[in-house]
């Protein structure tokens, strides 16, 4: 487009490009013009009366009139095309005495200040004495009424924006006055903000009246005394504690010792709890129940004494409705779906910065904080996944990591936190001496760390850091699933799986399951060992081939000590024979002997080999598959 209308590259001055642009001057205040400066206009003013329109409208008298004019009816002077003839002049004036500006009040039309001049300072009804209340107000209306109703002296600031300027000359030329600020209905928050500063007072208007009105509103209306009693009732604001270094409050010692806080009975405290678990362990599955032990709905000796809301943030809020939906109507726990609404709230999780995450802990506190017996029963809030909720850099960065973990604990408002994350990748198959997946500072500021954990068919939520001693090393989780039919979005029947775990203490130590789960597998394997090698054997004699020592351990993809040293078990045990051939009669040099596998029947009988014709012939398979070649007896 630049091309079609001219322009040329070869035409371009790069160093136009490279040169800083050049600032403009700052243009000096205009002067006002000819017969417009605040001097020139107020020398031209008549001393006001009562009978000025402005007067009569807001009721103010004559004596309240004093130190204002009013421009004369042929006054030439027009602001913003409009004629200030006949207004109503109200001086502004500077701390030393200067005039600054003037408001005009025509007797039609709104107030306007002078062109050309700030507003800098004030108008005073009344007399300022030292020692004495000063009432601060937005017009002069408003100081009209205040002086007519008290007597004592009214500071016209010219609008709430300069209230806290007026307000701060005003103490510090008198720090013993009581300064009363009257603020029009809708600037009571500034009002109490200059007030707190300042050590002001502040009489608010009352709240059910509309925006905007003002202490000259309510003298119209309702006449002095309502005014006075008003005024009379301006509060103090709090006086703020002493500012007290964080690291310079000293708790008492009393020689007590407290418990814990308890979140679940024995087990999990307050603070920020990391919780840890490999892909696919089922980290929703056994902590959204757990949740739900935490607020009362289930849980036997991990039920806490008072419940509490659990707010649970989480990336995936369907699975989060099926185990809900699992555990209120597909368990044993009679738990109530009302309840259920009434104390977990779930939220799909945002991922948001961790400042920002942890801001909305004052909502939570303030919405769902229940007052048992005048203590303070706090939320739970679970955040399922950190990675879904808290936004990081470099979850590896132990500086980034720390400042999560500050908003986390000083942020959230003393609520207990639990943060769902993964394990390293080096811990995937470990049970013991795990850690979570990021930095580690991640853990190292936690107030408590716990691991979900996967042995054999069980799963575990183990301890990790604690401040406190727990009550069990570990909660077993005991998965439980239900199917129930339900419509797709497209109204066609499904049957959906829905999978949950409950979690209590262990009825034994981990480690006695472990090693328990290991004799018992150790137990199994040993059991088709055994098994296998009878097979092989029988297989090998049906099919003319008998098997030595050899020939099991070819059969048999095992380590050939284990094979060895059972097949000399189930020789002691008589579930096999073993038949020698004489070095004349065998067929190779090296096949010393067979092995033969005796049926239930035959296990409690002894044996006698001895070899017939057959045998000394040669011929081995008649001889195998003959029942001549042995002779029974009873045992004993």
Request: proline share 6%.
């Amino acid at each position: 487009m630049a091309r079609d209308n001219g322009w040329r590259e070869d035409a371009m001055d790069v160093s136009q490009l490279l040169r800083k642009p050049e600032r403009k001057p700052v243009e000096p205040p205009r002067k006002p013009a000819p017969g417009m400066s605040a001097a020139e206009v107020w020398g031209r003013g008549l001393p006001a009366t009562g009978q000025h329109p402005y007067a009569i409208k807001k009721k103010a008298s004559t004596e309240a009139m004093a130190g204002l004019r009013v421009l004369p009816a042929d006054d030439s002077l027009r602001i913003g095309g409009s004629s200030m003839a006949g207004a109503l002049v109200v001086p502004c004036m500077a701390g030393d005495g200067s005039l600054s500006t003037l408001q005009l009040i025509p007797p039609t039309g709104k107030k306007m200040n002078l062109p050309g001049c700030k507003v800098e300072g004030w108008f005073t009804v009344g007399k300022i004495e030292t020692g004495n209340t000063v009432y601060i107000v937005e017009g002069i209306g408003q100081a009209w009424a205040v002086w007519q109703a008290t007597g004592a002296a009214a500071v016209v600031a010219f609008g709430a924006g300069n209230m806290g300027k007026v307000a701060t000359a005003l103490r510090q030329s008198d720090d013993t006055a009581r300064l009363v600020i009257c603020p029009d209905r809708g600037k009571e928050q500034d009002a109490h903000k200059i007030a707190a500063e300042l050590g002001c007072a502040v009489a608010c208007l009352p709240e059910c009246e509309p925006d905007n009105f003002d202490v000259n509103d309510l003298f119209i209306r309702d006449g002095f005394d309502v005014v006075a009693a008003l005024l009379e009732s301006a509060t103090e604001p709090p006086k703020p504690e002493p500012k007290v270094h964080p690291l310079a409050r000293y708790v008492d010692i009393d020689g007590t010792a407290k418990p814990p806080r308890w979140v679940i009975p024995g087990f999990i405290g307050h603070g920020v709890v990391v919780i840890a678990g490999a892909h696919g362990v089922g980290k929703t599955t056994a902590l959204l129940p757990l949740a739900l032990t935490a607020a009362g709905l289930h849980g036997d000796d991990l039920m806490p004494r008072q419940w509490r809301h659990v707010v649970y943030v989480t990336e995936d809020v369907e699975q989060a409705r099926r185990i809900v939906s699992g555990i209120v109507g597909h368990s044993n726990l009679g738990i109530s779906l009302d309840l259920v609404r009434e104390r977990l709230h779930i939220v799909e999780a945002v991922r948001l910065g961790a400042e920002f995450v942890a801001s909305v802990g004052k909502t939570y506190r303030e919405q769902f904080t229940r007052i048992v017996d005048s203590v303070e029963v706090l939320p739970l809030v679970v955040l399922d996944t950190k990675s879904a909720v808290l936004a990081l850099d470099n979850e590896n960065d132990n500086a980034e990591a720390s400042r999560m973990m500050a908003a986390l604990k000083q942020g959230f408002d003393g609520l207990p936190v639990w943060l769902i994350g993964h394990v390293a990748k080096a811990n995937l198959t470990r049970t013991d001496a795990l850690t979570s997946r990021g930095a580690s500072a991640i853990e190292a500021d936690a107030n408590q760390t716990m691991f979900l954990i996967r042995e054999g068919e069980s799963r575990y939520l183990v301890l990790g850091k604690t401040r406190f001693e727990a009550w069990w090393p570990e909660l077993e989780i005991v998965s439980n699933t239900a199917q129930t039919p339900a419509l797709d979005e497209f109204g066609n029947v499904e049957t959906i799986v829905m999978r949950w775990g409950i979690a209590a203490p262990a009825k034994q130590s981990r480690k006695d399951a472990s090693e328990q789960a290991a004799e018992q597998q150790r137990k199994d394997d040993e059991a088709t060992l055994r098994q296998d090698i009878r097979d092989a054997v029988q297989v090998a004699w049906v099919a003319g081939n008998p098997l030595n020592r050899e020939g099991i351990k070819s059969k048999l993809n095992r380590k050939a000590q284990t094979v060895l040293a059972t097949v000399e078990n189930l020789l002691h045990e008589r579930w096999l024979h073993e038949v020698f051939v004489p070095a004349k009669e065998r067929l190779h040099p090296r096949k010393s002997a067979f092995f033969v596998n005796l049926s239930t029947e035959e296990h409690g009988v002894d044996f006698v080999w001895w070899w017939p014709a057959c045998w000394q012939a040669g011929d081995t398979r008649k001889l195998e598959k003959s029942a001549c070649f042995n002779h029974s007896r009873t045992r004993g």
